[in-house]
């Protein structure tokens, strides 16, 4: 499975942005799939998950309310709407995937296998 992101680029505080991420050499349908963001300075961190289903969903405290995770299995594509975006969002996004159902309820670096190459995200205030 490679992982493509797009979408990323600089936009202003409050503004907002759609992150895709495009797959091959598989299908998405049995893979669980999220966002890390790599912000200057700080670890990679994850910011959403979906399960394959796409019943389920998560996000970190710092982004909830704001991004939106979803999946277009038909497409084997998947997105983050990023709204009300913050200086604090700077950071390079990657889309992941795993072959799991479900969201793991401790998600770290390890949980996902197969990673994009990374868009840069730019808030300026």
């Known amino acids: 499975l490679q992982l493509v992101e797009s979408g990323g680029g600089l936009v202003q505080s409050g503004g907002s942005l759609t992150l895709s991420c495009a797959a091959s050499g598989n299908t998405l349908d049995d893979y669980a799939i999220g966002w890390f963001r790599q912000s200057p300075g700080k670890e990679r961190e994850i910011m959403s998950c979906?399960?394959?289903?796409?019943?389920?969903?998560n996000y970190a405290d710092s982004v909830k309310g704001r991004f939106t995770i979803s999946r277009d299995n038909a497409k084997n594509t998947f997105f983050l709407q990023m709204n009300s975006l913050k200086p604090d969002d700077t950071g390079v996004y990657y889309c992941v995937a795993e072959y799991f159902g479900g969201c793991p309820r401790q998600i770290t670096l390890a949980s996902f296998h197969y990673w994009g190459q990374g868009t840069q995200v730019t808030v300026s205030s």
């Open positions: 979906i399960s394959s289903s796409s019943r389920s969903t």
